[in-house]
């Protein structure tokens, strides 16, 4: 872009970009690339700045799209920068600044142009795009063998320019960059309704000549996300004029590049980064979105994702076992490191869907979790998604919530969460918390969770996991809260009344429509028939609780003796009659205790009468009934569900990366 860019609306005139984009091939040995490439800037990162930047890109576009197939100098630009990349490492560790600086500006432009070929041409008409070679006679321009790959070139350059430069300030933004285009390339996706299952980049990348970095760019995609490595300082990784830049390429001279020195500016080389980058990580941010498509990519027909095998199947640093031979691209990472980066980063979407990803997939990961002994650590961050669930979307919610299932499917672990007692848990409000356990603080968020959606989306696939998580934990229900039991009987006359009230509604339509024949009867059978699936599994829980562990929960008993009267309806219901045996017989016992020790008992009195009751009561007298088990199943074809979810923050999220929205395709734009 070099010296007359002062802003991105000027960009379409640029006389350098113009000339790329321009009717003349431009060899890779022609000195105009020192002059395009020497062009300082802070990349924008508000919307309003991107858009003109797609804008001013898709300006010079246009034209290279219409005079590239006869000069290849997209083509040329991507061979410059291949070329310059081969001494990358050696200018990293000689602090080589503006060898590190160029090849990160053909980088950029490269990523910028490509972002736009691929929202406007197919894969194989990019491809047509970066094969041109020049004859070396006369005759029209042909497309010639030598540049057939120059794709899988490109690809492989980025990948191995991610896992093998040392993230430093001064390569940070090529770092950065290399993700970055690896999304783009990959971004194809978003222009199609339809899952990609064929796809000449996702073939590039599953085998041939990236198939050996698989586990390494995993690895190191994962490290980017647990270290978290703040973005420098504006201007950083800027090429000083004053410091010895240690020799131009292709013998330019330094003065006339002092003459091409002028700042491109985006906000400015000296400008204050913006709130977003300096509260967070530009490179981990990017590398974990790449890290979730790549994980999300369809399996080839005769070829399983690499990318997913190796989330699949990587170990503890400290695991010294031998790596299975089915397991070609695992490797190992430092699990606490990773077990604390996923504990403070759960705000985002993204965090929360690796960790679904990976106690769903990676057993090491799932086993070493489920181990710790600080799991409030990472539990409290999910429960805190929950309970704010009018502000998050429902994907998240339910990434959340399958995280809870996921973790009750371990006895461990709902044994271990009655055992950690919290503190002052402020962000819950509708009652001040002041000690509680995380297991009972987890049973008022997902029965809030409950009522909400009871009250709200009413989405049966919430309801569902919600029970089933309350339900894996029921045998285990420990010294419950007072208001965590209050809440689950409050939970049940809800559900009552509910029931109550649709069985009346459809008993006056029932009515109605006998009279009349025309209007047409709403299906409160259907509703009728929801509710008392919902009645039936929250009696199976408090059912599990009182035979399993009775004589831990006092609270329960005392919250279930003071609503004794909800359960009367439901004890001669066909539906209900069998589960309700044991709930009839612990009110009628704990009842006649209560009668025989006189009126105007306190709370405290109530409450040992219960305990010294728990002791007596036979259990065999207990109907046993087969233990509440649930597991998260991953329905069928989940990829239907996952590549739009992960493409949707790839478009919200992403840094520095802007698309038309009216291109999209994948999605409708209030999916993510």
């Not at 973790?407 to 503190?423: A, C, P, Q, W």
């Not at 009561?617 to 998260?632: A, I, Q, S, V």
């Amino acid at each position: 872009m070099g010296a007359n860019s002062s802003s991105i609306s000027e960009l379409p005139e640029n006389e350098y970009l113009k000339k790329l984009s321009g009717a003349e091939p431009i060899s890779e040995n022609d000195p105009f690339w020192n002059q395009l490439l020497s062009f300082s800037f802070t990349t924008p990162t508000n919307s309003a700045d991107l858009k003109l930047l797609e804008e001013a890109t898709i300006s010079v576009c246009k034209s290279l799209v219409e005079k590239n197939p006869r000069t290849g100098n997209l083509g040329s630009l991507i061979k410059v920068f291949l070329s310059r990349t081969k001494e990358l490492k050696i200018s990293a560790e000689c602090q080589n600044h503006l060898f590190i600086w160029q090849a990160h500006n053909a980088l950029f432009i490269i990523c910028c142009l490509l972002k736009v070929f691929i929202s406007r041409m197919s894969e194989e008409e990019l491809q047509l795009h970066l094969t041109y070679e020049e004859k070396a006679g006369p005759g029209p321009s042909s497309y010639g063998a030598e540049c057939e790959d120059l794709i899988e070139e490109l690809l492989c350059c980025l990948i191995q320019l991610i896992v093998e430069i040392p993230l430093l300030d001064i390569t940070y933004s090529i770092s950065l960059e290399a993700v970055t285009t690896l999304i783009v390339f990959l971004s194809c996706q978003l222009f199609h309704k339809e899952i990609l299952r064929e796809s000449i980049i996702h073939r590039y990348l599953m085998r041939g000549r990236c198939l050996p970095y698989t586990s390494r760019l995993v690895k190191t995609l994962l490290y980017n996300f647990i270290r978290q490595e703040r973005s420098p300082p504006p201007g950083a990784h800027v090429f000083q004029q004053q410091t010895d830049g240690g020799g131009l390429l292709y013998g330019i001279a330094s003065g006339v590049a002092t003459g091409l020195w002028t700042v491109f500016t985006l906000g400015g080389v000296g400008s204050k980064a913006s709130p977003q980058l300096e509260q967070c990580s530009p490179l981990a941010s990017q590398s974990l979105l790449l890290l979730l498509v790549l994980a999300n990519l369809t399996d080839a027909p005769d070829m399983p994702n690499p990318y997913r095998q190796a989330i699949m199947s990587f170990k503890n640093t400290q695991d010294n076992t031998a790596f299975s031979s089915s397991s070609p691209h695992a490797f190992q990472i430092n699990f606490n490191s990773l077990y604390t980066a996923l504990c403070e980063q759960q705000k985002s979407d993204q965090a929360t869907l690796l960790l679904y990803m990976l106690l769903h997939q990676n057993s090491n990961v799932r086993t070493y979790v489920l181990a710790r002994t600080d799991i409030e650590n990472l539990v409290l961050p999910i429960l805190e998604i929950l309970y704010h669930v009018e502000e998050r979307n429902s994907h998240h919610v339910y990434m959340a919530l399958i995280i809870l299932l996921i973790l009750t499917e371990d006895d461990g672990f709902n044994r271990s969460i009655h055992e950690v007692i919290l503190k002052n848990i402020t962000w819950y409000a509708e009652r001040v918390l002041t000690e509680i356990s995380l297991g009972s603080l987890l049973i008022l968020v997902v029965i809030r969770t409950i009522q909400y959606n009871m009250t709200r989306t009413r989405d049966k696939y919430l309801h569902t996991n919600c029970l089933a998580a309350l339900a894996n934990m029921s045998a285990q229900f420990r010294s419950l809260h007072q208001y965590a039991a209050q809440r689950i009987i409050s939970l049940f006359s809800l559900l009552s009344k509910k029931h109550n009230k649709v069985l009346e509604q459809a008993t006056q339509s029932l009515r109605g429509s006998l009279g009349s024949s025309d209007s047409p009867c709403p299906d409160y059978a259907q509703d009728l028939n929801v509710i008392e699936e919902v009645i039936r599994m929250m009696l199976e829980i408090i059912n599990s609780c009182l035979t399993n562990s009775l004589h831990h929960n006092p609270n329960l008993v005392y919250a279930l003796l003071y609503k004794r009267d909800l359960f009367e309806q439901f004890r001669t219901h066909p539906s209900f009659q069998d589960i309700m045996q044991n709930i009839d017989l612990v009110i009628s016992f704990f009842s006649s205790r209560l009668e025989q020790a006189g009126a105007e008992l306190s709370v405290e009195r109530v409450l040992e009468i219960i305990k010294q009751g728990a002791v007596a009561l036979p259990k065999d007298r207990l109907r046993k009934f087969p233990e509440l088990k649930f597991k998260y199943v991953e329905e069928e074809q989940p990829e239907e569900f996952f590549i739009p979810y992960v493409w949707s923050l790839v478009y919200n999220s992403a840094v520095a990366l802007y698309w038309n929205p009216h291109d999209i395709q994948l999605f409708t734009m209030d999916s993510g």
